[in-house]
C-alpha cells in the first residue's frame, strides 16, 4: 500500500490547497499524478525545485510521477501572474531542451523501470511527456468543437489569474492566445487521464484555477473524477523573491551556476528561511530536521542549518565531488589554503569565488620578464595608492601572492598564473585584488 503523501507534504509545509477526497484517492493503491514544467530554457533553476520535490516524494510513497514539458503551453504563455507572454521556440529548441531537463530530473526522479518499486507496487518509474506531441496535429476547429465546447467563457473568466490581467492597468492586456491557456492546460490533464489513468495534478498555487479547468473538463468530458494539489509559492523572509540574485536565476546547470555559487546561495539564506528549507528541498526525515533545528537554536552563530542544507541539496543537484570542491572554494576566502589550492579552482569558480573584487588587466608581455611587486602592488594596477605604501605593507610582510607571503624581491612571472590567466594579490586577510594577464 502506498504511503501517506499528503501527510508528508503537510509536515514539509508543502501543501497549500489540496481537493477534498485527494488524500483517501491516493491511499487506496498506486496512483498517477503530473507537474508542468516550461521549457523556455534548456536547464531547471531553483524555482522549479518545489514542484519536482513533490513528485519525488509522491514517487517515493509509492505512486507513479510524470512530469510533463509544456512544448505547447510554452508557445503561448501562461497568465497566472505574470504581465507578459512568452517567446516563441522552434521545435528543434524545444527537443533539445526537452533532453536536457529529463537529464537533470533524473537526478530526483527514477525513470527506471527496472529499478523504480516504490513502496512495493507495481513499477511507478517516472515517465516525461510533452504535451506539443499531442497538441500539435490538433486542429483549432478540432479543438474548439471537442474541448471549446464544454467550458463556458463564465468559467474562465471567474479564475482569479484572468481577472487580474484583466483588470491590471498594464498597457497589452490579455491575448486571445494568454485566455486560451487554461483550455490547454486543461486538455493536458484531461489527455493524461484517458491515456495515462493520470488522476492528479499538481503545480504552485498560483496554478489552481489552471488545475480545476482539468479536473473539470475530466467530470464534463470523461464522467471521470480528477484531483487538484498546490503547493505554496515559495518566499524568502525580508520579502525578496526567492531564487534570484543580482546575478538573475540560480539554476541547477553547472555552467550556468555554478556549484560553488549554488552552495553559496544556500549557505546564505536567513534563519527563519534555513528552518523552512530544509524541510522543502531535503530528504531528510522530521526526526533529523527537528534535532538539526533544536542545535541550530542553541548556536545560531555556527549556521548549523544552513550548512546542512546546503550540503544536501548541492550534493543532490550536483555532486559530492562539485561540494567538496565547493567547500575548498570557500575556504579560500574564509579559511587556510594555499597556492595549490587556488591552481585547483576552474576559471568560472575563480571568477565566482572573487565577484567583486577590483581588478586590473596587464599584457602577457608585462610576465616575460617578470613583474616587480612595487609595480604589481601600485604602478602598474593602482590596488595600493602608492609606491611607498606598496613598499610599507611589503616591509610589514602583509603582502601574499596567490596566498602565498612575499616579500619585496618576489618577482611575478607566468608560472604564477592560475588558469593560465589570472593572479591574486592580497594585502592583509580580507583585501584581495585580481591581475587578469591578456
Not at 58 to 86: C, N, V, W
Not at 256 to 274: C, G, K
Not at 287 to 306: A, F
Request: hydrophobic share 35%.
Amino acid at each position: 500500500m502506498p504511503s501517506n503523501f499528503v501527510e508528508e507534504l503537510t509536515w514539509r509545509g508543502m501543501l497549500h490547497d489540496v481537493m477534498p477526497g485527494t488524500e483517501e484517492h491516493l491511499l487506496e493503491e498506486m496512483r498517477s499524478a503530473y507537474v508542468g514544467i516550461d521549457p523556455t530554457a534548456d536547464s531547471l533553476h531553483i524555482g522549479h525545485l518545489v514542484g519536482v520535490m513533490m513528485l519525488r516524494h509522491f514517487q517515493l510513497a509509492g505512486h507513479k510521477p510524470y512530469a510533463l514539458i509544456g512544448g505547447a503551453t510554452g508557445m503561448i504563455g501562461d497568465p497566472s501572474g505574470k504581465s507578459a507572454e512568452r517567446n516563441l521556440l522552434d521545435e528543434p529548441t524545444l527537443r533539445h531542451n526537452q533532453q536536457a531537463l529529463k537529464e537533470q530530473l533524473s537526478r530526483f526522479l527514477d525513470f527506471d523501470s527496472t529499478t523504480a518499486k516504490g513502496s512495493g507496487n507495481a513499477a511507478n518509474n517516472a515517465v516525461l511527456v510533452n504535451n506539443y506531441d499531442w497538441m500539435k496535429d490538433f486542429s483549432f476547429l478540432d479543438f474548439i468543437r471537442d474541448v471549446g465546447k464544454h467550458i463556458t467563457v463564465n468559467y474562465m473568466m471567474a479564475k482569479d489569474s484572468v481577472k487580474k490581467r484583466l483588470t491590471s492597468e498594464a498597457k497589452e492586456g490579455m491575448s486571445f492566445t494568454e485566455f486560451t491557456y487554461q483550455m490547454v492546460q486543461g486538455y493536458d490533464f484531461l489527455h493524461l487521464y484517458r491515456n495515462h489513468n493520470c488522476t492528479l495534478q499538481m503545480g504552485g498555487s498560483d496554478q489552481w484555477g489552471n488545475i480545476t479547468t482539468g479536473t473539470e473538463m475530466i467530470r464534463r468530458i470523461a464522467n471521470g473524477k480528477g484531483y487538484a494539489l498546490t503547493c505554496p509559492l515559495i518566499t524568502k523572509a525580508d520579502g525578496t523573491k526567492f531564487g534570484k540574485t543580482e546575478g538573475g536565476n540560480i539554476w541547477l546547470d553547472a555552467e550556468r551556476t555554478s556549484p560553488y555559487r549554488f552552495y553559496q546561495y544556500w549557505l546564505n539564506v536567513s534563519d527563519a528561511d534555513a528552518e523552512k528549507y530544509i524541510k522543502i528541498f531535503t530528504f531528510l526525515t522530521k526526526e533529523e530536521i527537528d534535532k538539526l533545528t533544536d542545535e541550530h537554536q542553541e548556536v545560531p552563530h555556527l549556521r548549523i542549518l544552513q550548512k546542512r542544507l546546503a550540503e544536501e541539496i548541492t550534493v543532490m543537484v550536483h555532486s559530492q565531488d562539485d561540494l567538496n570542491n565547493a567547500l575548498k572554494a570557500s575556504n579560500i576566502l574564509f579559511g587556510k589554503s594555499t597556492s595549490a589550492d587556488l591552481k585547483k579552482l576552474d576559471e568560472k569558480t575563480f571568477l565566482d569565488v572573487f565577484d567583486g573584487v577590483p581588478q586590473a588587466e596587464i599584457s602577457r608581455s608585462e610576465l616575460e620578464n617578470g613583474l616587480d611587486m612595487i609595480g604589481a602592488l601600485a604602478d602598474k594596477t593602482g590596488f595600493l595608492a602608492s609606491n611607498s605604501e606598496a613598499r610599507r605593507e611589503l616591509k610589514q610582510n602583509s603582502i601574499s601572492v596567490n596566498k602565498e607571503k612575499v616579500t619585496a624581491d618576489y618577482v611575478i612571472t607566468s608560472a604564477d598564473l592560475i588558469n593560465d590567466k589570472f593572479v591574486l594579490l592580497q594585502r592583509g586577510k580580507k583585501n584581495y585584488f585580481v591581475l587578469i594577464v591578456l
